[in-house]
């Protein structure tokens, strides 16, 4: 770990390692009634090496882009470009996910979902119990890499699935919500641990919450969001070394860029509240 | 400490590009109701063409030979007559199975020692097999429409009781500490929250105690042959004539299939307000 | 609360006594002919004498191969058809409500059809189980395999996950709780409606044997019977709840 932190948009080569263009996502047909657009055409592109949350309120697509960046949702138009290369379906080998519901396999143990998860990306058998056990030490679970899914608590298990996205060695981690079913102390210090992890590793993160104290806190660029359809409305920048620390939270640094995401979100969110059709599920190919 | 924001101005959002003719696949994807009947007309054509080409009259019958005979077996009076009594044992079956399930399900319901004490004896022989008494229906009842009554209330009467006794001991707690602290008399929660949720639980009861009693029924009726409608299945059947069979059965399968849908209509309009059904 | 424990299981004895009393006191007063209703120590005599000769096996493995061979072809091609039907939306919404109102007819009623195609031998047992099996098992695989948590598939994906190991490592252990449901209801109404059948038209098995010593007037011996057909039917049912049980603790 550097003295001096390490600061996102020192790119680590001239171009972006994703590029969004124009991507779009909309269902049914156009005109008839159950035609929805979940995503207007939005493009963003992150640098080796930030951290860019995505931020918005409920139905705004920031979960559909995050899918169709990671391969798991293709878009009705647009295309996305990750290390150069389109975007046609998964990626395991450049792309990890982390969920917001729990998506460790119940009938195995935490180091067996690791394993498994290696064993998907094609990962040698002989390696599978190192890496495995490697993940687990840089989150602190390594003691509990015998027990099963339902004896963790919420925050354990978000750990565990951390680990299992780093064990997979990706440049890219895209995280969705993964800290919303936790309590907010869990979620802060967590938080913390995110930036030191990023502040190490230099991998690139993007990390889709509804917190507006997260997004600044973690971020080296939050994209907002407007209401449904959404689209990508400013991008405020976030100039702090990483890995941040807890002074930063309690800064007026931070508290200054949080009282502009509200503005920037405020009005977006009232109009999702005011509108009367639910915002649709995301649905996956 | 400047911040530094970027706007992003909304792109002029046109019309999606594609084709917006809607195709055959997709109006069938659109219709499984369409795709259901469809379904069902070829599979009664390939049953009349097979049966006709390569069946043996003897055991098989295409449907229109079927149909042919159900019309006959509707002005056959003894038929008719002996269709009518099943019906006759499932109403006075599940009447029974309502009322005597009541009679034991409400106060096991509502205390809680009679529950700890007689309700594991209940479930006991609710898991005892049925079917194979049978032979004891006659020896007990004889061979009129008494043991098929019998058999149908025996299978009746304990969804009523589990459904009676789950639903009185799922009341919410907390609605009748809320009610006694305004002052309700025990007669008044026992009208105003136990009768309502009862009533509810004995609707879905209502329903599984329907499909029971149908079966026990119909299970009854194919073992008695000396009368009843099992004596015309082992008639059709000695005498080869299996699309009077297949006719007296579809004619059954009807009856089961109107009376259990009636309960499920029934439940359903009476359990509306359930938040989780 | 120990008396009041003590409480419930005196009352539970007691109404276990009361009705064994009951039941010797009618046959010894003559209340009920011995035909309907044979004395308890005549029907534990026959029972003991049936258990030591061993005469209760033959009909007890000709049950139990009925059961057996419906039980295994229903279960095998159910889950097939089942995970065959949950792969495509459209013929879930096709077929669901076709096998949900066929499953609301009582199956025995096939029985006299089978009877007249197959015979009164196992052939017709064996259908009728069948039927009676494969419902619940296609509807249960299917709602399994429909219902799989999509967050899981996703998550499998997004590692890489080829649809082989997809489906070998996600979807199965995945589904097999609910299967497993599924086959326990299959098991036991097939169960049923054989030892059904077999006292309707029947050459052999368990009920059959009950139906026969009622024929000869040998009402204890039906008794005897009835109280192994019984048994043996609420051990099965019971391993049946117990792997039921097991599987879901263990994969969910």
Redesign the interface.
Known sequence: MSQTGFHAGQADGPDPIIVARDVRQSFGVPGTPGHVVALQDSSLSVHAGELVCLIGPSGCGKSSLLNIIGGLARPTSGEVLVKGRPVNGPMPKDIAFVFQESTLFPWLDVIDNIKTGLEFQGVDRAQLEDRAIEALKVVGMLDFRNHLPRQLSGGMKQRVQLARALSLDTDIILMDEPFAALDEQTRMVLGEDISVLLARSHKTIVFVTHSLVEAVFLADRVATFTARPGRIKSIIEVDEPHPRSREFMTSEKLSVLRNELYELLHDEVRRTMESAERPMAQAFA | ?T??????A??D?G???GA?R?RLTTRL?NS?AA??AG??LLALLGWEIAARLWGNP???APPSDVAVAFVGLVGNGAVMLAVWNVLVACFLAFVLSVALGLLIGVPLGLNA?LR???Y??VLLLY??????????L???FGTGIEPKIAYGFTHGIFPIIVTVVGGVQNIDRRLVVAAQSMGASRAQILRRIVLPVLTQSLFSGMRLAM?AV??GV??AE??VSAGGVGYF??M??NR?E?EN??AL?VM??LI??TL??SCRQVERHYTKWRENG | MIARRIAIHAVQAGLVFALLALWWWITATGQVHPFVLPPPMAVLDRLGKLLASGTFWSPLSITMWEFGVSFVTATLLGLVFGFLISRRRLVVRTFDPLLAALYSVPMVLLLPLFVLTFGVGVGSKIALGFVVAFFPVVLSTTTAFLTVDASLQRAALSMGASQSQLFVRVLLPASLPMVLSGMRIALITSLLSILGAETIASLGGLGHEIFARVEYMQTAEMYAYLAITVIVAMMINGLALWIDAWGRRKFS
Do not use: C
Request: aromatic residues 10%; positive net charge.
């Open positions: 400490m911040t530094t924001r970027t706007n992003i909304p792109n959002v019309a999606v590009s917006s809607l994807q499984p795709l259901r379904i069902i003897l055991f098989m020692f700890d004490a007689l594991p004896m898991a005892v097999p049925q079917s194979p008494f049978l032979p004891l006659t020896i007990a499909a149908v079966l119909m299970l194919l073992f299945t082992k059709f059947s080869f299996p069979l297949f059965l059954l399968a089961a299939i259990n849908e």
